[in-house]
C-alpha cells in the first residue's frame, strides 16, 4: 500500500500522560500536514512540513503539540500532558509539490485520541 | 462569522436525482477551492478542485465557482447510494492552510 500511514489508529490515555502519533506519507510526496478534527467538525489545520522544514504552524497548536520531521520522511506529532479537549481525530495529509495544488491533500486514516 | 459555511443537513435525495451541495466563503483573498467526501469513519478524499470561476466537470460531478459572490457549489448527478457521504467544502487563501467548513451530510435512498 502506497497510501498515507498512520499509527497508532486509536489511542486512549489518561489525562497528563503524554501521547505520540507517527505518520508516513507516501514516499515522493515533499509536503506533509497535521491537521485534527473533533465529531461534527471539518479538520482544522495544525502545522505543515516542507521536507524536514516545519513551516506553518496554527495558533491552535499549544506549547504542548510539537511536531517533528527530522529526515524529511516520516512525522510524529506529541503531544504533552493530554487534556479532555485534546480529544480527536489526528489526520496527517500529505502531498507534492510543485505537481498538485496547494490544497489537493492525500490523507491517512487518522489516529483516534481519547483523554479520560 | 466562520469562514468557510455550509449547512449540515442532511440533504436527502432519492437515487438517480442531482444533489446541490453549497458553500459560501467569507475571505475574498481566497484562490482555491475544494470538495473533499467523508464517509462515516474515514478520513476525507479529494473529489473535486476548483480555482477559476465558472463549472468544472468530473464525470457526475460538477464544481461551480462565483468569487464575486463568495459562492462554491458541488453538483452530483445520478446520484447514488454511495455516495452518502458528508461533503466537505475547503478553501485556500495562497498558503498551505486548508479552511474546511463543517460539512453537508448527502444522503441518497435507494
Known amino acids: 500500500d502506497t497510501g498515507v500511514s498512520q499509527d497508532p489508529r486509536h489511542k486512549i490515555t489518561k489525562r497528563g500522560q503524554n501521547v505520540t502519533f507517527r505518520c508516513d506519507p507516501i514516499?515522493?510526496?515533499?509536503?506533509l500536514y497535521w491537521y485534527r478534527q473533533t465529531l461534527g467538525q471539518g479538520p482544522e489545520f495544525l502545522t505543515y512540513f516542507q521536507n524536514e522544514a516545519q513551516l506553518e504552524k496554527s495558533r491552535l497548536l499549544s506549547d504542548r503539540f510539537s511536531a517533528e520531521r527530522p529526515k524529511g520522511s516520516f512525522s510524529t506529532l506529541e503531544i504533552q500532558r493530554t487534556e479532555q479537549g485534546d480529544s480527536a481525530m489526528y489526520l496527517c495529509a500529505s502531498s507534492f509539490q510543485p505537481g498538485q495544488g496547494p490544497g489537493e491533500l492525500f490523507f491517512g486514516e487518522g489516529s483516534r485520541l481519547t483523554v479520560l | 462569522q466562520k469562514e468557510v459555511e455550509q449547512n449540515s443537513g442532511p440533504l436527502s435525495v432519492p437515487e438517480g436525482a442531482i444533489a446541490s451541495l453549497n458553500c459560501t466563503y467569507s475571505?475574498?483573498?481566497?484562490?482555491?477551492f475544494f470538495w473533499y467526501r467523508q464517509y462515516s469513519g474515514k478520513s476525507p478524499e479529494l473529489i473535486m478542485s476548483?480555482?477559476?470561476?465558472g463549472d468544472k466537470e468530473d464525470g457526475r460531478f460538477t464544481a461551480q465557482l462565483n468569487k464575486a459572490s463568495q459562492y462554491v457549489s458541488l453538483l452530483i448527478r445520478d446520484s447514488q447510494p454511495s455516495d452518502s457521504a458528508t461533503y466537505l467544502c475547503?478553501?485556500?487563501?495562497?498558503?498551505?492552510?486548508?479552511?474546511f467548513g463543517t460539512g453537508t451530510r448527502l444522503l441518497v435512498s435507494p
Open positions: 476548483i480555482y477559476s470561476n
Open positions: 475547503a478553501v485556500n487563501r495562497g498558503f498551505q492552510k486548508l479552511v
Open positions: 514516499s515522493e510526496h515533499n509536503r
Open positions: 475571505d475574498r483573498v481566497s484562490q482555491s
